[in-house]
């Protein structure tokens, strides 16, 4: 019997994941989407990302939504670790207000 060294995984992600009835800013809904990013399967991490693009700032600061802003970083290529350094560094106030939140400094 050949040993299977990798698997296969398919994710139906919907668009509306990160819709208002799915919040990644509440205390238990965020785990899931964590848990989909810690999979670090490449082409759902893009998904997870596209979802999230333009709200990296505002996630950041929120309490459960940074936890998941923080998998991002650690399940992205260098390529979206860029664009989301890109986003919470574009102006320096948004980056000083990361630094100095509770939960958004260990997002920076």
């Known amino acids: ?22 919040k990644i800013e509440d205390r238990s809904r965020n785990y899931v989407v964590q848990f989909i990013l810690e999979l670090k399967v490449d082409h759902v991490t893009r998904v997870v990302m596209s979802q999230l693009k333009g709200c990296f700032v505002r996630f950041s600061i929120k309490k459960y939504a940074s936890n998941v802003i923080q998998k991002c970083l650690n399940a992205s290529d260098d390529g979206q670790v860029n664009l989301i350094i890109s986003k919470v560094t574009s102006k320096s106030s948004h980056f000083r207000t990361i630094l100095q939140d509770p939960f958004g400094n260990y997002v920076a």
């Open 1 to 22: 019997m050949e040993e299977q060294t990798s698997r296969s995984f398919t994710c139906p992600i919907r668009p509306s994941l990160f819709s208002p009835q799915f």
